[in-house]
């Protein structure tokens, strides 16, 4: 899906949402283009529904299983999330796949059932390409964008 889709259905889904937030930037980041792994823009949807409040946490790691380790302990409330989008940005050089495998299975194994429910629950993974003094490496990252029920 092109950028300007990507932003149309977004404001369609969410009127009031400003463009120079940072919840639409990251969506715009998360379904836009450029992804290693392709997005469904059903979840999209899905995140935005009715009565929500959105977060968005970044972190850095030696690896995508310390970020993952870093969001559990550091943001516990992430467990009571009512879904979360995830995007892992790879440091230059290949990515390692099993890595970013590892990292899933820890989220799935730190979540209690309750939170395990996540809709929607996706992630994808960007690469970062060369570092400014052109060498490979640099740290893994992890963006968490999160939906929380507003209540009544």
């Known amino acids: ?9 977004i404001k369609k ?3 009031f949402m400003e463009e120079d937030s940072e919840l639409f930037r990251e969506l715009m980041t998360f379904f836009g ?11 999209l949807s899905k995140f935005l529904g009715h009565k929500r409040l959105y977060r968005v946490i970044r972190l850095k790691g030696e690896s995508y299983k310390d970020c993952v380790y870093q969001l559990v302990d550091n943001y516990p409330e992430s467990m009571e999330a009512l879904g979360m989008l995830r995007y892992y940005k790879a440091p230059a050089g290949p990515v390692r796949w099993e890595e970013v495998e590892a990292a899933e299975i820890a989220i799935g194994k730190e979540l209690t059932m309750a939170a395990y429910g996540w809709m929607p629950d996706a992630w994808t993974l960007f690469e970062k390409g060369q570092n400014a003094e052109g060498n490979e490496g640099g740290e893994h990252e992890l963006v968490a964008i999160l939906a929380f029920d507003l209540g009544e």
């Open 13 to 15: 889904l969410s009127p």
């Open 1 to 9: 899906m092109l950028a300007n889709e990507v932003n149309a259905l």
């Open 33 to 43: 283009q450029g992804s290693k792994i392709d997005v469904h823009h059903g979840d």
